[in-house]
């Protein structure tokens, strides 16, 4: 493999595809599986059962698929799946997952994880996100589908944070995020929502208004939660454009186990 930097230590049993690149240094693991076209930089540490997909691109010093950080871990075969075409930034830290949970750590696709951040044990990540600098997810934390974590923002175990939703910087996030939401602060609160963000993912005007009087009904109007979630349910009829969108903030609702940011 004229791709492996002579100085790279690779475990003999480890399954590298050939077009994979190692810098300088770095160590892998016997149990790790990398697919075609994956660089890995200089002084990363990828261990553990970590299998990593197609055209991923890991800078120097990150460390993926170490043992989680829980007390609780006592070596069992967990793992950790990242997938394809995702940049993974300098100092990274993904963990494998614990048999607590699902017993995996999963990141999506084309995800965009910048320097310093942590993706604690069983979390999962989906696909186009962006997460900051340094910021922290505690474990079993989900994290749908184009999201944008700020910077320095912690994210409490067990939270989900909806798709399209925008977190600002050095937020701290404890309660359940609905999609489609911009939260910020310390303690959080819900500002408004992500409107810039989905016009440039190509919502119609008329997705977006459904959006809006969903966010109405939900923040806006002094419901309960239960009366917000009824008037919700009878948006589709008046918003037919966005009934998917609805069904997919009530579903959220549904499986939500922390409470929502209010």
């Not at 990150?62 to 793992?79: I, N, V, W």
């Not at 017993?103 to 900051?132: E, F, K, P, R, S």
């Not at 589908?145 to 320095?152: E, K, S, T, V, Y």
Request: aromatic content about 6%; hydrophobic content about 40%.
């Amino acid at each position: 493999m004229s791709n492996i930097h002579p100085t790279a230590l690779v475990a003999a049993g480890a399954s590298l595809d050939p077009t994979v690149t190692v810098g300088p240094y770095t160590v892998i693991g016997p149990h790790v599986v990398i697919g075609p076209g994956t660089t890995v930089g200089a002084h990363c540490v990828i261990d553990g059962r970590t299998t990593i997909g197609e055209d991923n691109r890991i800078f120097q010093f990150a460390s993926l698929g170490a043992a989680p950080q829980d007390k609780k871990y006592a070596g069992e075969p967990t793992r950790l799946l990242i997938g394809n075409r995702n940049t993974i930034r300098e100092f990274c830290t993904f963990n494998l997952g614990t048999t607590q949970d699902k017993g995996v750590t999963t990141i999506g696709d084309d995800n965009w994880i910048m320097a310093y951040v942590h993706i604690a044990h069983d979390c999962l990540v989906g696909n186009q996100t962006i997460l900051a600098n340094n910021a922290t997810l505690a474990g079993h934390v989900h994290v749908a589908d184009q999201a944008i974590i700020g910077g320095l923002t912690g994210i409490h175990q067990f939270v989900k944070v909806g798709a399209h939703v925008m977190a600002g910087f050095a937020s701290h996030i404890s309660q359940d995020v609905p999609p489609f939401m911009m939260v910020d602060g310390n303690p959080l609160a819900v500002r408004g929502l992500n409107l810039e963000g989905l016009r440039r993912r190509g919502f119609s005007p008329a997705r977006v208004a459904g959006i809006k009087q969903m966010h109405r009904v939900l923040y806006r109007q002094g419901l309960t939660l239960d009366a917000a979630r009824t008037a919700m349910g009878e948006l589709p009829s008046s918003h037919p454009e966005a009934a998917t969108d609805i069904a997919l903030v009530l579903a959220f609702l549904d499986g939500s186990t922390r409470g929502i940011a209010r």
